[in-house]
């Protein structure tokens, strides 16, 4: 029975598909390419000739190009409702959406454009419903390739975000408070419990960047404790960004990541720097760390940044940028994404 | 006074405070049934090297990650004292270096750190052989960035990246900086192994540090290959032998 359950909740992990975020660019800019290229696809079998082919693109295009436009706007505007319908529902009233935009190209449009004479509503309703189902089938196919990324976070948490080194250390500090601090041990103990429970959560929806910056602030505390005044902090964080959604557990393992390779091989210590800024419709966020002379490459490195770089796909789409850079003895991680609020 | 003299001394190599503090405490209370003397704290493997050089050291409980040179870089050092002291390492959490110990049979403490574990590691020192280098060498993952030269009982640290070359003679290598000259009692073969990166052999007894190498030079007389090393730094030349001859187009 507990087997069947457990069965039961990763196959759950694996189903939380919805349809796109139609406002997104990345989202807009692959619709686009799917539907023209249909249109392309249509337009080959119908010429005679090269010559015709053209002329038929065009005439597709003329067509099938004010429906496109005029669905991604309405399904831009209408996203928080099919969202809030479920996945099923929401693909059957875009069907519905789609087959009255026929609808009115078989009956209206020939008003608005006498010399226009209107395919059959029958004909139209097929192409519209079949293009239409082939972007849907994209995006189902495409959120399903990366979803794995998501079911992943929850597992690698423990394993390769926070370190045992981590873990192990940070216990270690706080037996070592507990007799001549033992103030400063009950804080250490609250900063670490925080910070699993984020961990352990359920990490599927975004949350906003003033948690993400709290728990990166807890994980430092703690860090600060083994490493005492080796170990500096420049937080430059812009308010306006407090509710800026962002993918949970972003920024926490990249600090590590600065605290494991920028901090601990130096004697001296040195300084991570952590800027979060607005830029018009873009959160901006850079993270940057000395980097030791010697150069002791992890796996787990690689792979938190190749997870949070899979998240923010996904999340974002094309709208989120990661780039990481060592130069001049800094290493400097540069995220870029979507300004996006719970309530707008 | 005359007790101190009998008991081990211990020193305590670890980076962060907090552990340092944490054995202290639980050195103390192993005194009661294991008399021992704390002698000092290092907060890297240079500082416990350091410490050795200037006080009798017993026992050393060695954390593993350490900045700068860390704890399996210093044990290396250490095992090349006459008298060396036992070496207990302590880590967190490493799973290579973990693995590696257990390979070669070497003991170590995992952090937290219980007493009774600390005690019986302790109690091993007065019977177990100090760790043989060869051990240490085979679980280390990573070469040395210091070469040690023992003198009178002191480590000397001579950074590899000084080292203009190695040269094999009779039971011992001349280590050669710009400065100066070193012996130390290695075997070449090992540190062209170790250090394969950093030197090139051009002779049977020596090895040139690429970076050191300032060109080639022709010079029939003294080079069976008819080529010689120059040595950026110094202007020496070092024949290259026929068997190496290849060296010489590698570089060109």
């Not at chain 1, 938190?304 to 400097?332: C, P, W």
Request: proline letters at 5%; a neutral charge.
């Amino acid at each position: 029975m507990a087997k069947l359950d457990t069965v039961a909740s990763i196959n759950q992990t694996g189903t939380g598909i919805r349809l796109p975020n139609f406002c997104n660019l990345g989202v807009m800019l692959r619709s686009l390419v799917i539907v023209n290229l249909l249109l392309a696809a249509a337009a080959v079998l119908r010429a005679g000739s090269p010559q015709g082919l053209w002329e038929e693109f065009i005439a597709y295009a003329a067509f099938g190009e004010p429906i496109l436009i005029l669905s991604l706007v309405i399904l831009c505007g209408a996203r928080r409702w099919l969202h809030a319908m479920g996945y099923v529902r929401s693909i059957v009233a875009v069907a519905l959406f789609e087959l009255a935009v026929a609808w009115f190209l078989s009956n209206a449009a020939g008003a608005l454009f006498p010399e226009h004479r209107g395919a059959p509503f029958a004909q139209n309703a097929f192409l519209v419903l079949f293009v239409t189902a082939c972007v849907i089938v994209y995006f189902d196919l495409r959120s399903r390739a990366l979803a794995p990324a998501i079911a992943e976070a929850r597992i690698q948490a423990l394993q390769a975000r926070i370190r045992p080194h981590f873990l192990y250390n940070s216990i270690n500090a706080v037996l070592s408070l507990m007799r001549t601090e033992p103030r400063r041990a009950e804080r250490a103990l609250e900063d670490m419990a925080d910070l699993f429970r984020v961990l352990m959560a359920d990490n599927r929806t975004l949350a906003p960047l003033a948690a993400e910056i709290e728990l990166a602030r807890q994980y430092l505390a703690i860090e600060a404790l083994r490493l005492g005044d080796r170990l500096k902090v420049d937080w430059k964080v812009d308010a306006m960004t407090a509710d800026a959604l962002v993918p949970p557990l972003m920024l926490q393992p990249l600090v590590e990541n600065a605290v494991y390779h920028g901090i601990e091989p130096s004697p001296s210590g040195g300084e991570i720097s952590i800027d979060v800024r607005r830029l018009g419709t873009e959160v901006v966020m850079e993270l940057t760390n000395p980097v030791a002379a010697e150069g002791r490459h992890s796996p787990g490195n690689k792979m938190a940044i190749a997870n949070i770089r899979e998240r923010l796909q996904l999340h974002f789409d094309a709208e989120a940028t990661m780039k990481s850079e060592a130069k001049d003895g800094v290493y400097r991680v540069t995220i870029r994404i979507p300004y996006l609020t719970a309530n707008a | 006074m005359l007790v101190d003299s009998a008991v081990p001394r211990i020193l305590i190599a670890d980076d962060e405070a907090p552990a340092r503090q944490r054995l202290r405490d639980l050195l103390d209370e192993c005194r009661e049934t294991f008399p021992l003397a704390i002698v000092d704290e290092a907060k890297n493997g240079r500082e416990a090297l350091e410490v050795l050089n200037r006080e009798k050291v017993d026992i050393v409980l060695l954390d593993i990650r350490m900045p700068e040179i860390d704890g399996m870089e210093a044990a290396r050092h250490i095992a090349g004292m006459a008298q060396p002291p036992a070496i207990i390492f302590t880590t967190a959490f490493d799973s290579y270096a973990i693995k590696a110990f257990e390979v070669n049979a070497i003991d170590y403490l995992l952090k937290p750190i219980r007493l009774e574990r600390l005690l019986t590691a302790l109690g091993k020192t007065r019977v177990a052989p100090p760790l043989s280098r060869a051990a240490l060498d085979a679980a280390a993952n990573q070469p040395r960035r210091h070469l040690s030269v023992h003198e009178r009982g002191k480590i000397h640290l001579v950074p590899l990246a000084e080292v203009l070359y190695l040269r094999a003679e009779l039971k011992y290598v001349t280590v050669r900086t710009a400065e100066r000259e070193y012996l130390v009692e290695e075997s070449l073969t090992h540190l062209e192994e170790e250090f394969s990166e950093l030197f090139v052999r051009i002779h049977r007894n020596c090895l040139v540090a690429r970076a050191a190498i300032g060109g080639f030079e022709r010079n029939a007389e003294e080079s069976e290959s008819g080529w010689a090393v120059l040595i950026k730094a110094t202007g020496e030349k070092l024949p290259v032998s026929r068997r190496q001859h290849h060296v010489v187009k590698q570089f060109r």
